[in-house]
């Protein structure tokens, strides 16, 4: 006797077993009381059959060495505050540390850096980085006046953060649960119709130079904040780009970044295909698997100017974008002005709705 | 001429003593021989029976006793009332209210019948009014009741104002949804309507019908047990049902009471809310105060705006807490939203989720798309009953009502 091998269907609802009914002809499941079309059970088999577990594939960054003429031009700098590591090179006069402030930073022997792929030059000077500054100070809504006093433009650095930059090919099968909603009315009963979809999405998408900063001086919010970088302008490396600026040393690998970077472009991926999922209510990821291939990755810096400000004990950090003078940082609150902007909000709108509540005669 | 002068006025005197003491009854106001009240309660009935003669010259008495000799309750009044002296003035007028604990009977009735202004129509009014005491054998207060509403009706006289009852007690609670008390004051509420306006403001409750459709069931109600006020039996119902939790509103003559089907609608939802909570106390007297305050605006030549109207008087609990939500709830919520919305701008070092703007342009390539349909699911709810607006319909008896439904 021949063996057959029995194929087994599970309710795409419940998960129970489906059972042949053969006066409907459908696949019926006695849990959950719903039938499906064979037709149905085989589209959502072969969409199953596709899906694959997420994958990384990231090739393995081959680091280069400064030569021997490029690394004579440079000097090492530690910081005894921050423990910041940097180079920069002989035309530094004083110098004053990125991170915190400190001008007290100690020059040692250049070691232990590599040699970036490319370099995004700086775009804006100290005094446009500085006006960007003070534009983004006026913005800052409960900012103590006294504040700005504290910020002086010489204590502004040009620093190349040490930047990982992934390219990948990525493939992607992802799942979604959807609902359209439709209703109507007899004269006796009001009544909601609900269809449930299975929606599935599969294909690929690409990605360049998805940046993740490989400093762990660096914050990584700061560095994250400062995006888009113009990489039209990168440059393959060149010492003289890093005459009068501060170059940070990675001390965070590619492959420390790595999780990072996947999970960006999981993202990335999932709301790019969620996107093509239209005319429904309500979608919801159900399942999504994605996997990367010809993954590069590169080391690059790219230009921050930074600001150290003291305020009340307290260091306020800035880091402005060395290409389009984005500022981000974390601004002191005057407590006195918020609380004066919430007391003037609300008797603002208690004043309206005092009004709302005369006109509708509710007193 | 001495003598003449003395004569005269002491036979003036006798005159005098004489009339007093004729008119005086003989019997006491009160005979409570079933002993169905305490003597304070006794003594204080018996009081206010006795202003009644003195005040309006008619006996006005109560008779209370555990076995009736006679044939019936009418007979046995009117055989203590002829025979044993009650009575005032030439014709000996007055009221007895009898009451046999042993039959379980009671009655009042006037004397001489169809000679006074308590006409018979008048004394089964009395009797309707105390009704709901003598079934819940709190006698003290039927018997309150019976001097309240004596006394009332004689003030009327004295004011020449015309008397209006209805052929039916204006509310009867079947389905027992209220205690004695709460029925004795939306009775009261709903006879003042009748003797104010001279129309039927009445209330129905069963627990179980022979008819499913509550409007169908308000006309009947309304057509054959003889509501209505005046010649055109003017009036409105309000009918609700237990088994069925249906409730209807039904009016008649239609077009010409001031319930227009709007101000059903409008009743009906109002008391509706109450109806579902199972506050019926609320629901009658909301019912019964909204119709009064309809007939008052009608009065006066105005009509109630339902619209305003239902703001102020949908529940006080409710209007508080649109005002609670309008001066406290939003305000804050602005205030602490738009601060918070403000303060986010204190930090602008925000970690980026995704990688948007490092997709390689034109690269996204959908391979499969499938969008597969699973299954349905269909959910209805029944709608509320209205009719609202639509005009009038006719019931069983071929009258045109006005009126609304709904269930609760």
């Known amino acids: ?346 008797a603002a709108s208690f004043a309206v709705c005092f009004c709302a509540a005369k006109i509708l005669g509710l007193f | 001429m001495k003598k003449l002068s003395s004569l005269f006025i002491l036979l003036v005197f006798a005159f005098a003593l004489v009339i007093p003491f004729t008119a005086h009854c003989e019997n006491p106001p009160l005979t409570d021989n079933a002993g169905l009240l305490t003597a304070e309660n006794a003594e204080h009935i018996s009081t206010l029976l006795s202003e009644i003669r003195e005040t309006y010259g008619y006996d006005v008495a109560v008779y209370t006793e555990n076995d009736n000799p006679a044939e019936s309750a009418t007979a046995r009044a009117d055989e203590l009332f002829l025979n044993n002296g009650y009575g005032m003035g030439e014709n000996n007028r007055g009221l007895m209210f009898y009451i046999c604990t042993g039959s379980g009977k009671y009655n009042v009735v006037s004397y001489p019948e169809g000679e006074t202004v308590l006409t018979t129509e008048a004394c089964d009014y009395i009797a309707e009014r105390c009704a709901p005491y003598l079934n819940d054998s709190d006698f003290y207060n039927a018997f309150l009741k019976y001097y309240l509403v004596t006394t009332d009706l004689f003030e009327k006289e004295l004011d020449g104002e015309e008397f209006r009852f209805g052929k039916n007690p204006p509310l009867i609670d079947n389905a027992g949804l209220l205690t004695t008390q709460e029925f004795v004051e939306i009775s009261d509420m709903l006879y003042n309507i009748r003797d104010e306006y001279d129309i039927d403001v009445a209330v129905y409750t069963e627990n179980e019908t022979d008819n499913s459709d509550a409007q169908a069931k308000a006309d009947d109600i309304y057509d054959y047990n003889g509501y209505g006020m005046g010649e055109n039996d003017r009036g409105m119902i309000y009918y609700v049902c237990m088994s069925t939790r249906n409730y209807a509103l039904s009016t008649y003559p239609y077009g010409e009471t001031p319930f227009s089907n709007e101000a059903c609608d409008y009743l009906g939802g109002l008391c509706r809310q109450y109806l579902s909570e199972g506050d019926y106390y609320s629901t009658f007297s909301k019912y019964a105060e909204t119709a009064e305050l309809i007939l008052e605006k009608d009065a006066g030549g105005e009509t109630l705006d339902f619209d305003s109207y239902a703001v102020s008087s949908s529940g006080e609990g409710k209007h508080y807490i649109a005002l609670i939500i309008l001066l406290v709830v939003i305000p804050l919520a602005l205030a602490f939203g738009l601060t918070a919305h403000k303060q986010k701008k204190m930090n602008t070092a925000v970690m980026q989720t995704f990688a948007e703007q490092y997709k390689k342009p034109g690269s996204m390539n959908i391979e499969q798309a499938s969008d597969i349909f699973l299954y349905s699911t269909v959910s209805k709810t029944r709608r509320q009953e209205s009719s609202s607006g639509s005009g009038s319909h006719t019931s069983s008896s071929g009258r045109s009502h006005g009126g609304s439904s709904g269930s609760f």
């Open chain 1, 1 to 346: 006797m021949e063996n057959q091998n029995v194929k087994n269907y599970k309710c795409p609802c419940c998960g129970s077993q489906l059972f042949f009914d053969a006066a409907s002809g459908n696949l019926h499941c006695n849990s959950c009381k719903n039938d499906f079309s064979t037709e149905t059970m085989q589209q959502l088999e072969e969409a199953g059959a596709a899906e694959v577990e997420n994958k990384y594939d990231w090739e393995a960054y081959t680091p280069r060495e400064f030569g021997g003429v490029e690394a004579d031009g440079f000097n090492g700098y530690s910081c005894p505050s921050c423990g910041a590591e940097v180079i920069g090179d002989d035309t530094m006069a004083a110098t004053i540390c990125p991170y915190c402030g400190n001008s007290e930073i100690i020059k040692k022997q250049f070691e232990g850096a590599l040699r970036p792929d490319l370099i995004l030059p700086f775009r804006i000077t100290k005094e446009q980085a500085f006006n960007s500054f003070e534009l983004a100070c006026k913005e800052a809504p409960f900012l103590p006046k006294e504040f700005k006093k504290n910020s002086k433009i010489d204590k502004m650095t040009g620093v190349y953060v040490p930047f990982w930059l992934y390219d990948c090919k990525c493939r992607a099968n992802i799942n979604f649960s959807a609902e359209r909603v439709s209703s109507w009315s007899d004269s006796k009963y009001d009544y909601v119709k609900t269809d449930y979809y299975r929606i599935i999405r599969a294909g690929t998408i690409d990605f360049e130079k998805i940046p993740v900063d490989g400093s762990k001086k660096a914050d990584d919010a700061y560095m994250d904040a400062l995006e888009p970088f113009d990489y039209s302008a990168a440059v393959p490396f060149d010492p003289v780009y890093l005459s009068g600026f501060l170059a940070d040393k990675y001390d965070v690998s590619e492959k420390e970044s790595e999780p990072r970077a996947n999970s960006r472009v999981k993202k990335s991926t999932e709301a790019a295909f969620a996107e093509t999922v239209r005319g429904y209510m309500a979608v919801m990821p159900t399942s999504s698997a994605v996997s990367f291939s010809d993954g590069k990755v590169r080391y690059g810096l790219l230009p921050v100017w930074m600001l150290n400000i003291k305020y009340k004990d307290l260091i306020y950090q800035y880091a402005i974008n060395g290409q389009t003078g984005k500022t981000v940082g974390r601004y002191p609150i005057c407590k006195r002005r918020r609380a004066a902007f919430f007391s003037g909000v609300l």
